[in-house]
């Protein structure tokens, strides 16, 4: 927060007076709004750092008859170079569309790698800029109490969305409540942090960590650096058991995810340096997925806890065997879902012979268990591995999980998991090596 408020006071100090700027290069006296920026300013200001014909670079890209109405610079690339976003807005313009406009410094010019569409809704003044930690940050308000900031980089020559933050009221029959919630997600782990909260008061209703894991089209060919798994084998995602926790070969579980027409595929891969097998699940080593097909808020809109039933809930235990003469031991949870679409799971498991006690486990789940009508909506998910390594201590079990307030049998306490439709709209992204590739093509006559 005290990042959006500065970028609010660095927009607010913008002159009131300044210029256009028309295609042929030449400005024009004209009256600015408030909250615009003039081009001789925005020049004045840039060549404390660059050059005029770098400083021009960027001019000659912009739309013609355009005002800037922000700008920051600094290196979101992650080349040590200082590169520049700002926004513009066309002078005749009747909606209330600002471009944003994202440059890297390439040396003796600066190089457009993306525009994109932002809109405010009352000033230009709600769009902000803040380039800082390698990120270009974006600050847009979208409702009365609603606002996003959406962060921006280069990884491996791609550019990309990284991190969003957003925060609103919980709505309720056409109306806010005075229940709000902030999220925040890093798009380079897949961590999620979600907060309920009175809007009103300082009471906090439920803060969790989690991952939200996205599933792509099985057809997906995804840019260099997406990350496609969520999980890691970090202390924070023992739940349970932390002090009997040695470490990720000693207990870690990562899983990632694709669909087609008729089938969700996850491949969950499981880190167990002894595994022991128990027909109680208790005293045994399992691996399990759960999911809640609810698709219920975590509380309901005045703040109390919300109710789940448990005909939309689902799990797939795997007991883990021995490893030896002993395999797996799958059992489904839910008895409503199971019963009517166990038929249709399967589960195979191989271990990874170039890593030490790793297992992995492909999990083929029907399309129709998540579907509504054609549509596949967002589920509550938790990957959970349970880890005993001493059967006669089953108080030193640890417990590893994609959602860090896990607890067993609690659907509020689940991860999410959401199926990416288009991954340029989720993402925002464009990949610069083919961009680059293209344009050599061309410059070469090869392309048209």
């Not at 003039?38 to 021009?56: M, N, P, T």
């Not at 959406?150 to 957003?166: I, M, Q, S």
């Not at 409540?177 to 961590?191: G, K, S």
């Not at 030193?396 to 659907?411: D, I």
């Amino acid at each position: 927060m005290r990042n959006f408020i500065l970028i609010l006071f660095f927009c607010a100090a913008f002159p009131a007076v300044g210029y256009s700027w028309s295609a042929s290069g030449s400005r024009n006296a004209v009256p600015l709004d408030s909250d615009s920026l003039e081009f001789a300013g925005f020049s004045r200001a840039l060549e404390k750092i660059f050059s005029a014909e770098k400083i021009q670079t960027i001019l000659s890209k912009l739309p013609a008859n355009c005002k800037i109405y922000g700008f920051d610079v600094g290196d979101y690339s992650g080349d040590d170079g200082m590169d520049v976003v700002l926004s513009t807005r066309r002078t005749d313009a009747r909606s209330r569309d600002l471009q944003v406009h994202f440059f890297i410094n390439d040396g003796p010019a600066f190089r457009l790698v993306q525009v994109l569409r932002r809109r405010f809704i009352i000033e230009p003044i709600e769009v902000g800029f803040s380039i800082e930690r390698g990120w270009a940050m974006v600050t847009e308000k979208t409702g009365d109490y609603a606002w996003r900031m959406t962060g921006y980089a280069v990884r491996d020559r791609v550019f990309r969305r990284t991190y969003e933050w957003r925060t609103d009221r919980m709505p309720y029959r056409g109306q806010e409540t005075a229940v709000a919630w902030e999220r925040a997600r890093d798009y380079e782990t897949q961590l999620v942090d979600e907060h309920y909260f009175g809007a009103n008061t300082k009471r906090s209703f439920i803060r969790q960590k989690y991952y939200d894991l996205p599933l792509f089209p099985a057809d997906s060919d995804l840019p260099n650096g997406f990350a496609d798994t969520a999980g890691d084998g970090g202390a924070l995602m023992v739940v349970q058991g932390g002090s009997s926790w040695h470490g990720p070969e000693d207990c870690s579980i990562a899983v990632s995810g694709r669909y087609d027409s008729s089938s969700i595929i996850l491949t969950l891969r499981v880190h167990d340096d002894r595994l022991l097998y128990n027909t109680a699940a208790d005293s045994s080593d399992y691996a399990a997925l759960y999911f809640d097909l609810s698709r219920k808020t975590r509380l309901r809109p005045g703040g109390a806890a919300q109710q789940y039933s448990p005909n939309t809930q689902f799990g797939v235990i795997i007991l883990m065997g021995d490893g030896e003469a002993r395999g797996p031991v799958v059992e489904l949870r839910g008895a409503k879902l199971a019963q009517r679409h166990g038929g249709a799971v399967s589960v195979d498991m191989w271990r990874d012979p170039e890593a030490y006690q790793q297992f992995l486990f492909t999990v083929r789940l029907p399309r129709a268990l998540f579907a509504d009508g054609s549509d596949l909506p967002s589920a509550g998910f938790a990957a959970v591995y349970h880890d005993v390594d001493y059967p006669a201590r089953l108080n030193w079990v640890s417990v590893a999980s994609t959602s860090r307030g896990y607890t067993e049998e609690r659907p509020d306490s689940y991860g999410k998991m959401h199926f990416v439709r288009d991954m340029r709209a989720e993402w925002e992204w464009v990949n610069l090596a083919t961009r680059d590739l293209s344009r050599g093509l061309k410059e070469a006559g090869v392309l048209p």
